[in-house]
């Protein structure tokens, strides 16, 4: 199954404010920010759309205006607490500066419980398309064990009024391997999940990150957290059943109906220009790689005194971008194209590795990794014309310590 592959440019805009910090979230969040606030960032983020248009962000970083688009994303955060004229004025200014492709993937997140069918309608009337609810669980006692501000009754109310407004390209994110949850509940989900017929899935290992609630209660013995095997059987669960409900996995951690693949999110898996606005927001164009501070007061600070918030901008090696393209590709399931990394870098893939090569002859014999001749679709089948290396299932669960190798 082909993944969607442009060499047009992407867009993400962080928003950072949230009703409630989920216990283990350790993103640039905010909660209980007032409206005045959110006004002052939403002035801040023009500001900075427009300086990066004009070349006015960084020394090194081009301008670029009138670059072509085909994918924004929303991320947070919570985008869903702005309301439509707030996000109409970031996507007014954002189609002055480029050049939107007809059929441009806009996706936003959104939480269940923030939403309203007219709220939903508005943003619709925006342009945006594609909505990615942070679902996590459909088992209540999951939710609060993680904070949730929703239950699953509103996880499904929200999803039917997505689909009244008019959305008919839906992601619902989800989560397992989390303290106390069993592999009943976690096929409990898959099936409520499914029942709601979503274009697309993310399904993530929950990551316990230092000084969340959730890692302090695992420290002190408040909460038991699952062993490797049973969050990787969880992985594998999940794998199989979507599979069965015609979900195609083309990532390590997504899932799709065939066409719904997330055209933005490929485009940092196949080192694609993508530009970053908002607090905390990373980007990659033309080689360089670059990001604004996480504080939010000096982001919106910096920008009201009309200067910049970029705060570290790289310019890639070569050697960088090969090694970037190696561990990054292999999160899809296709893999990497090793003709494709010949032809981008002007050099062989074992002629760039070849430390290493032996280690990664060592995961082949153990089938954890495929090197094969002709192209393949991540299911095994060549189709001839280039070489490819792929993870298999089993590669999947190691696969940082296979990407690791290229860093």
Known sequence: MGVFVSDHLGIYIHIPFCVQKCRYCDFTSYAGKNEEFKNRYIKALLKQINQAATGRSAA???ALEGRIVDS??????????????QLGLVMAELRTHFVFTEDCEITMEANPGTVTLEILRGYRELGINRLSFGVQSMEDEILKTLGRIHDS???VRSVKLARDAGFDNLNLDLMFGIPGQTSEQWT????????????????YSLQVEEGTPIYNDIKFGTLEPLTDEEDRAMYHAGLEYLREQGYHQYEISNGAKPGKECRHNVKYWTLEDYAGFGVSAHGFVDGIR?????????YIETLERDESPVIWAHKNEPEDSASEFMFTGLRLVRGVDLTEFEE????????????ILEEL???RCQGFLVIEE???NGEGTAEGGCRRMYLTERGMDISNRIMALFV
């Not at 409990?188 to 697309?200: G, N, V, Y």
């Not at 981008?344 to 430390?355: A, D, H, P, T, V």
């Open 188 to 203: 409990s989900t898959l099936q409520k999940i499914t029942a709601l017929s979503p274009e697309h899935i993310s399904f």
């Open 361 to 363: 002859e060592e995961f």
């Open 72 to 85: 924004v994303f929303f991320g947070g955060g919570t985008p869903s607490l702005l309301s439509p004229d």
């Open 153 to 155: 009754a509103e996880a």
């Open 290 to 298: 670059y990001c604004q501070g996480d504080d939010v007061t000096e």
């Open 60 to 62: 090194s970083l081009p």
């Open 344 to 355: 981008r870098f002007g050099i062989s893939f074992e002629s760039m590795y070849k430390e």
């Open 374 to 376: 002709g192209s393949t």
